[in-house]
C-alpha cells in the first residue's frame, strides 16, 4: 500500500498558525501497516506547525519523507527502490532533503545514513516531535538522526492531520509499541515498549471527528485488546487520583460519544481477547460486529515456536466465545505459510482451521525471517521458497473459497451500509462497508457518502456483495 499525502487544502490552517507558510513543499509517501498511515498524520500534523504546504508532485517538493515498513523484506526492497530514484532528483535539486521515518528508519538506523548514503534524516517512531530540528540540520547540509524509542511518547496532544480522508472514516491511535515478542516480528524492535494513550484524549479525538462529520472510526493498536490505561498488567490502578479503563472500558466510552458513529478496532492478539470485550461489542450497536483475529498458524507445535502464547484449542474457544456474545459477527485472520519447521502436517492444521473457523477475510503471507528476531536467532528459516508460495496458494484459494460462500448466504438480506465512496467498478455506484466489514456496491439512487443506507443485496463475488437501496 502506499499513498501520496495531500494537505494543500489545510494551507489556510497553517497561515494562522504560524503567521505564514515556510514556502517548503513536503512530499509524504506511508507504506505499511494502517498504524504507518497514522502515523503519517501525525508527522504532517507536526510539519504543518513549522509552515510546510505538502504536494503530490515529487518533482516540486523541498523535503521527502517515507514513513516506512520492515515487517516483510520485500517492503524494504521497495522502499530502497524508492530511495534510489528520489535521489536522483537531488541532481538537478542538491538542496532536496530525504528522509525515511518509521520502522525501517528504526531498524537501520544509521546504516541508511552513513553506509548506504540513501537520506539525510532517518527519524523513528517515537521521535516525530524532533523532526523540525533534524530537518533544519539537514538543511545545513549535515546529516540528522533520532531512533530513540520511548515508554511514554503516544503523541496524545497532537491533533492528527487527516490524509487522503474521504472525511466518514478516521483511525485514531490508541496505543504504541507490542510487548509481545511473537518469534517471527520485528515490530517489537521498531516500535518499542507497549504503551496506552490517556482515554480522554482518544475519547476527545472521537467526538472531534464526529463534529467534523466523521461517522466511523478505527481504534488503532499492534494489540488492543491488551489496551489499558493507568492500569498495571494484572488490573490495579496505577494512580488513584486518574481515571483508568481497559479495552472493554474503552469501546464503551468511545460507542457513547455518538450513536450514529460506527466504531471499529484492529488489530487484535486472540490471547487477550477477553468475554468483556465481546459482551460489549454485543451490547452497543454502533461497535461494529468486526474481529480481527491473527491465527497465524492452525498447528499448536508451530503457535509454540512462533512464541504467540496460545494453542489451537485456545484460539477455537475465542472463536466460539465471539460467536456466543456475536452470531454473525465478521472473523478475519492472518496467516503465515513456510514458518521455521513447518511440516507438511503442521501446514495441513491450518487449512483445517481455516475449515474450521470459516473466516470472512484473511490477510496471508509467506514467512520473511527478519534481522534480531528470536525466530531468527534460534531457529532456521529452512521452508524452501517454493514450497512457502505454494502453500500460500492453496491458503489463498481456501480463502476465497470461504469468502465466497459467506457472502452467497449473505444475499437475498438487507444489511446497513455507511457509503464510503464512488465505487471503482462504476461512477454510477457507490461502496460502503456493513457491519463485518464487507464491502457492498450499489446504484447510487439519491443517496450520499456518510449516510447509512440499507442495501438489499442480490448478488456476490469473492470479494464483494453487491445490491440495490431499500426503504
Ligand atoms: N513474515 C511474514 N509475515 C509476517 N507478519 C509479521 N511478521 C512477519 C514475517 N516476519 C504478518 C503477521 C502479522 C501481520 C501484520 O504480518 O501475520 O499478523
Ligand atoms: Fe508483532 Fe506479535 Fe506484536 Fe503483532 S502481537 S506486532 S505479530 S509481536
Known sequence: MTN?????????????????????KLFL????????????????????????????????ADLILLNTCAIRENAETRV?????????????????????????????KDKLLEEEKLVDIVVGPDSYRDLPKLISVAEDGERGMNVLLSREETYADVNPIRLNSNGISAFISIMRGCDNMCSFCVVPFTRGRERSRDLNTIVHEARYLVEQGYKEVTLLGQNVDSYRWNLSRDGQV??????????????????????????RFSTSHPKDMTDKVLETMARYDNICKYVPLPVQSGNSEVLKRMNRGYSREWYLDRI???????????????????????????????????DEVHYHFAYMFTYSERPKTLAERKFEDDIPEEVKKSRLAKVIQRQSEHSHAHHK???????????????????????????????VVFPKESSAPGDYVNVLVEECTPGTLIGRIVN
Open 4 to 24: 501520496k499525502v495531500i494537505i494543500e487544502e489545510r494551507q489556510g490552517e497553517v497561515m494562522n498558525l504560524k503567521g505564514g507558510l515556510n514556502g517548503k
Open 409 to 439: 448466504t449473505m444475499v437475498g438480506k438487507v444489511h446497513q451500509v455507511l457509503i464510503e465512496r464512488e465505487s471503482k467498478r462504476s461512477t454510477e455506484c457507490f461502496s460502503g462497508r456493513n457491519t463485518q466489514n464487507i464491502v
Open 80 to 108: 530502497r527502490h524508492r530511495l534510489t530514484h528520489f535521489n536522483s532528483l537531488k541532481r538537478n535539486r542538491p538542496s532536496l532533503v530525504i528522509g525515511v521515518l518509521g520502522c525501517m528508519a528504526e531498524r537501520l
Open 29 to 60: 509517501e506511508s507504506y505499511g501497516c494502517q498504524m504507518n498511515f497514522a502515523d503519517s498524520e501525525i508527522v504532517a500534523s507536526i510539519l504543518q506547525k513549522e509552515g510546510f504546504i505538502t504536494t503530490h508532485e515529487e518533482k516540486e
Open 238 to 263: 496505577v494512580d488513584p487520583e486518574k481515571g483508568h479503563a481497559d479495552f472493554a472500558d474503552l469501546l464503551a466510552a468511545v460507542a457513547q460519544v455518538n450513536p450514529q458513529l460506527r466504531v
Open 320 to 354: 466460539s466465545a465471539i460467536r456466543r456474545y456475536m452470531p454473525d459477527c465478521g472473523i478475519s485472520t492472518d496467516i503465515i505459510t513456510g514458518f521455521c519447521g513447518e511440516t507438511e502436517e503442521e501446514y495441513q492444521d491450518t487449512l483445517s482451521i481455516m
